[in-house]
């Protein structure tokens, strides 16, 4: 006689809540798959000093433009009437000034410049593309999570900078003459975080090394520009218009010229040392410099997805 098999062991399961099994909805959207990469640069601006430094210093611009705007309100009050008070030109200056253009170039290039080049460095790109995302899900991560990083830098001081006017200056007629304010910061803000996270990410799938892809970032955008001077003041002095196109040939120039016209901002010529000094420096039309931009944006993106691949394809 044989003795009976003991009852199989039934070991308890891991998961307490079994009820996924019978579960019957709808399936997360795979959309929203690119948001995982994109966290991943948001967080690593949060944990850098150097984000928290450079965008210490973009408030600082703002308080130095909210001074100047006082004492100089305070100086020609007497002669100047309320509706001749220009509330724009602050907003447009603080956010296109110098510092807060290299401020902008800073973040960019810490938080960008080893985005993929890092990744390609050491081959991470076989190991995030054999899991559930595309070649696609990868880039657009990369480049909205640099993109949000940059536009928050961008927008929040000039809304704190909004908020602080229109306390001040609000029974001055600030509301009267600044009907489209907000749009008009929140579309100046987004200008800059487009064009210089795509071109930040295109430089950093074509690098080795984050330090090549900071460099060849800082010295195309800082070298445009300066050509663009050279040549506009060296080539084309008594031609006005000419002068005007070519200094906005660069992509300073052209994120300028953008915020420019989009706060309809009027510039004294001899703000720049113009020979044209009585006339008035205005930038191209905002249709040509947005299709610039978006040409730069989309030629940018897509050389970025060529170098995207999991594994080196040779060519014979």
């Known amino acids: 006689m044989t003795n009976p098999l003991p009852p199989p062991v039934v070991t308890p ?20 798959r690119w948001w995982v990469v994109a966290l991943y640069t948001i967080r690593k601006a949060r944990r850098s000093p150097g984000f928290w430094v450079l965008s210490a210093i973009c408030l600082l611009s703002y308080i130095f433009h909210a001074i100047a705007f006082y004492v100089q309100l305070n100086v020609s009050s007497a002669f100047m009437a309320q509706s001749q008070r220009d509330y724009v030109l602050p907003f447009f200056s ?8 290299y401020c902008l170039m800073g973040i960019c290039m810490l938080l ?15 190991v995030y593309l054999s899991k559930p995302i595309t070649r696609s899900d990868y880039l657009v991560g990369k480049w909205i999570g640099l993109m949000v990083s940059i536009f928050t830098v961008a927008v929040v001081p000039s809304l704190i900078f909004y908020v602080v006017m229109a306390a001040a200056y609000s029974s001055d007629g600030f509301f009267t003459q600044t009907h489209w304010l907000l749009p008009q910061i929140l579309l100046a803000a987004l200008v800059p975080s487009v064009v210089l996270s795509a071109l930040m990410t295109g430089i950093s799938a074509w690098s080795r090394s984050s330090f090549t892809a900071g460099a060849l970032f800082a010295t195309l ?15 084309f002095q008594h031609q006005f218009h000419l002068i005007l196109l070519i200094r906005h040939a660069s992509i300073p120039g052209l994120i300028d010229a953008i915020a420019q016209r989009v706060f309809n901002a009027k510039i004294p010529g001899n703000r720049f040392r113009n020979p044209f000094s009585h006339k008035f420096i205005t930038a191209p039309a905002l249709s040509f410099s947005l299709t610039c931009a978006l040409v730069l944006v989309v030629v940018s993106i897509a050389a970025a997805r060529v170098k995207i691949r999991a594994v080196e394809v040779v060519r014979g």
């Open 94 to 101: 603080a956010m296109n000034g110098n510092m807060n253009a």
């Open 13 to 32: 399961s891991p998961i307490a809540d079994l009820s996924y099994r019978t579960y019957t909805g709808p399936l997360r959207t795979r959309a929203v």
């Open 112 to 126: 960008g410049a080893g985005s993929i080049a890092g990744d390609q460095r050491v081959n991470a790109l076989m």
């Open 221 to 235: 955008y800082v070298l445009t520009g300066i050509v663009a001077n050279i040549i506009a003041l060296a080539m």
